[in-house]
């Protein structure tokens, strides 16, 4: 078996648990969809968040889709200029039999990170 890795990003509304949350769990869904992740697959999850989200932990959000027997660890981001607001960013790794190249997801104002992955046309 191998491991491979992805990474995604969105922005939260507002600094509320709810609202973290929420958009954790878009942005795990979305990731999990474009690249066809089954639970048992999941390794395990990274989540980082900006300094100016406080009010919940993102992970919560992988524990109500299930991913209860995943390990996961949050941190706070280093606050870089340009960042966008409310940013909250996973790696997720995964193992399969080979290793794949997974395709990340950018939502919203992340696109701004990589603009390689907005939509064409």
């Keep these: 078996m191998a ?3 992805v990474r995604g990003a969105t922005v939260a509304k507002e600094n509320a648990q709810q609202a973290i949350w929420d958009a954790t769990e878009e942005l795990l ?6 690249n066809g992740i089954q639970k048992d697959e999941v390794v395990a999850a990274f989540f980082t968040m900006t ?5 919940a932990f993102p992970a ?3 524990r109500r889709i299930g991913w ?3 390990p996961l660890l949050g941190a706070v981001e ?12 996973i790696l997720v790794e995964i193992e399969r ?3 794949e190249k997974l395709r990340p997801v950018y939502l919203g104002e992340t696109l701004s990170l990589r603009p390689d992955l907005a939509p064409q046309g």
């Design 3 to 5: 491991v491979s890795a």
């Design 29 to 34: 869904q979305a990731v999990i969809a474009q």
């Design 51 to 55: 300094p100016d989200l406080d009010a």
């Design 60 to 62: 919560y959000a992988a």
């Design 68 to 70: 209860t027997d995943v």
């Design 78 to 89: 280093t606050p870089v200029p340009g960042t966008p607001a409310r940013m909250i960013r």
């Design 97 to 99: 039999p080979v290793r």
